[in-house]
């Protein structure tokens, strides 16, 4: 009668663990790192679990289909074996170690030998020109060979950029075979990365983060941010009476504006700003969702009274939050439980809600958004600002 299954037996290490090992190893962009920083790694000692001395006597016909399995597999490893004396089986020699003694070795184990000579030849290549960037491949390895096909164009806008630092052109200006603004849009996040690295520290405002200041952080001309208004008192008209005074100006002309508008709303529609009736000593802001970076640095607008109208849902809350980061006194309107209720037929689902902590809500805003949070009244709330009826801006702009 064959001795009972061991359970044990399935923790033994195999040949695909072995494999796996290595992969992880990959995974990681340790091996390829090694290659580009010239740390030793190999000869490299692998995990190895096998049977004890009790297993051996008991399930003697599993383990031998397992050092089988482990001698007979085409890895490309090196076995250590040891010697067991049993009293029973008597001497037998079963795997202690496994070893990988040389880097091209890990790489056929798992098919990597041609990925890992095109990396070596992206090292070279930076070496003889960038070497500045080396320690970028050292951290980044497995970024770097989805960049192969682009990787001399990447380091052409390197080298140009490091030979005329802060040049005060768009990008489109830059004047390099298959490079054009286009391309250093797609890779700006991996492009500041680089420049980070090649450009001395005065080149480079570290104020500016993030890919959307990327223009602003190495030195570029941006395109400038825009303002979209509309003047809802024909006493302060900018343009001949008559005209709808729908206009747009750079950030920079409309922070030199010298209006007497006392009161500034903030609406996140495009048809309620172009509906938005006329208010004395007013004008309508249309807005732009998260962000009012185009608002942030007009001092003006401290000392008006500010509305904002968003939705009635989590994110419109959240966006009202980020506004009175940069104006703490601004108002919300028709943002309010009354709206919501009064509006029910319009209610829909809003898709990815919040949860955040809005620390910059007034009592009423806060108790309203955890409700919503809360699905109080049903599941995912929303009342975009579109479905309030107009009576209701008329109403609220008249108390």
């Not at 951290?139 to 990447?154: C, F, G, M, N, S």
């Not at 690295?197 to 570290?206: F, H, Q, R, S, Y």
């Not at 007009?298 to 009202?320: E, M, N, R, S, V």
Request: charged letters at 25%; hydrophobic letters at 40%.
């Amino acid at each position: 009668m064959s001795s009972p299954k061991n359970p044990k037996a399935t923790n033994w290490t195999t040949p695909s663990d072995l494999k796996a090992q290595v992969q992880q190893l990959w995974n990681r962009g340790t091996l390829l790192a090694s290659m580009v920083e010239g740390e030793q790694l190999f000869p490299l000692r692998l995990v190895l679990k096998g049977p004890d001395s009790r297993q051996l006597s008991e399930h003697f016909a599993e383990v031998r289909d397992w050092i089988a399995q482990l001698s007979g597999a085409a890895g490309p490893y090196r076995i250590v074996w040891r010697t067991i004396n049993h009293r029973v089986l008597g001497s037998n020699e079963i795997p202690s170690e496994i070893w990988i003694d040389a880097a091209q070795e890990a790489l056929k184990f798992i098919g990597k030998q041609r990925a890992a000579a095109v990396f070596a030849g992206m090292v070279e290549l930076t070496r003889k020109h960038e070497p500045s960037l080396i320690p970028w491949l050292a951290k980044r390895p497995l970024r770097a060979l989805e960049l192969t096909e682009v990787w001399p164009l990447i380091l052409q806008t390197v080298a140009w950029l490091r030979a005329h630092p802060r040049p005060v052109i768009y990008l489109r200006q830059i004047d390099l075979p298959g490079i054009h603004s286009k391309f250093i849009e797609l890779h700006r996040a991996v492009l500041s990365e680089l420049l980070d690295l090649a450009l001395p520290p005065e080149m480079i405002d570290t104020q500016c983060t993030g890919t959307g200041n990327f223009c602003k952080r190495f030195g570029f001309r941006d395109k400038p941010l825009r303002v979209r208004f509309r003047i809802l008192d024909p006493e302060l008209a900018l343009l001949p009476n008559g005209i709808d005074q729908d206009i747009t100006l750079t950030q920079e002309d409309f922070s030199r504006l010298n209006l007497a508008a006392e009161t500034i709303f903030i609406t996140e529609n495009e048809i309620n700003f172009l509906a938005f009736p006329p208010v004395h000593e007013a004008m309508v802001i249309f807005g732009a969702g998260y962000g009012f970076s185009n608002l942030a640095a007009i001092d003006w607008l401290q000392t008006c009274k500010l509305f904002y109208w968003g939705d009635i849902d989590t994110h419109g809350f959240a966006i009202l939050n980020q506004f009175r980061e940069l104006f703490p006194d601004a108002s919300s309107f028709l943002m309010d439980q009354r709206t919501l209720l009064e509006h029910r037929q319009f209610w829909e689902i809003e898709p990815h809600p919040v949860t955040a902590n809005l620390s910059r809500l007034t009592g009423d805003e806060q108790e309203l958004y955890k409700k919503l949070c809360r699905n109080h009244w049903g599941e995912r709330i929303r009342l975009e600002q579109e479905k309030i009826g107009f009576s209701a801006l008329l109403e609220y702009l008249n108390k």
